[in-house]
């Protein structure tokens, strides 16, 4: 069995893969929370001599480390995935593939294994990723916002009056907590939607915009735009790389 596990800023994702089939399903922990370690063993217990564990991290290293390290004391030392230049019909803007996280990376990839496109990628998590791939698999490159929970960090950091929890995004607020939330999503919405715009004018045809991340749902529902929900788009890629990349590149 192999099993793709895509170690974000925040949570660990993971899902089973049979070689060629479809996802299993997405289990997802917190590893900012103080019982991750003991939240994984249930699952470490699964895991059997010969499975191939995929590991794409764009976390700390120390976190990074103490997965890779849970890993291997279970008898499956992960296959670290790193961004590489061209793939799967995938060649990346980045002069440096190093300096394009590999979460971005395998979900280009993603993307290019459901078709042509062109596709817009939306990734609403710890940051807000925008990636447009065109039809011939060239990445054209991106853009990284904070999320709409780090805007109102940020502010509530910098500004003590404004750090108002809750409210509810409106178009014109009459509350300051709701004001907050309106203003930040509606940042958020504006640049996607902006993005998909530029995309359109550049490519001379609309991509298709698929959102995913944890924030996505929150994020696609304010867009004026058609999108398609992708919230395991990172190990779609993964399986994706497993498939066409392999150990080779690990």
Not at 84 to 103: C, K, M, N, Q, T
Not at 216 to 238: I, K, M, Y
Request: a negative charge.
């Amino acid at each position: 069995m192999n099993w793709l596990l895509d170690l974000g800023n925040s949570r660990l994702k993971l899902a089973a893969w049979p070689a060629s089939g479809e996802l299993g399903d997405v289990q997802a922990w917190s590893h900012g929370a103080t019982d991750f370690p003991a939240t994984l063993q249930p699952w470490l217990a699964q895991l059997r001599q010969g499975d191939t564990c995929w590991l794409a991290s764009v976390a700390g290293p120390d976190v990074t480390a103490a997965v890779a390290g849970q890993l291997a004391s279970h008898g499956c030392p992960a296959q670290r995935v790193r961004t590489l230049a061209e793939a799967a019909g995938v060649r990346i803007a980045y002069a440096e593939p190093s300096r394009l996280g590999v979460d971005r990376f395998l979900a280009l990839l993603a993307a290019r294994a459901r078709g042509p496109g062109p596709w817009l990628l939306v990734s609403a998590g710890s940051a807000l990723t925008v990636d447009l791939l065109d039809a011939d698999g060239l990445h054209r490159g991106g853009v990284i916002a904070p999320s709409p929970e780090h805007m109102r960090a940020a502010l509530a950091a910098r500004f003590p009056a404004l750090a108002y929890a809750g409210g509810e995004a409106h178009a014109f607020a009459a509350d300051t907590a709701d004001a907050l939330a309106g203003g930040s999503l509606g940042a958020a919405a504006g640049l996607v939607e902006r993005s998909q715009r530029e995309a359109t004018r550049l490519l001379g045809t609309a991509p298709v915009v698929l959102v995913g991340g944890g924030g996505g749902q929150r994020l696609a529902a304010a867009l004026e735009l058609d999108v398609e929900p992708a919230p395991a788009l990172v190990l779609e890629g993964l399986a994706v790389y497993a498939e066409n990349v392999g150990a080779t590149a690990s």
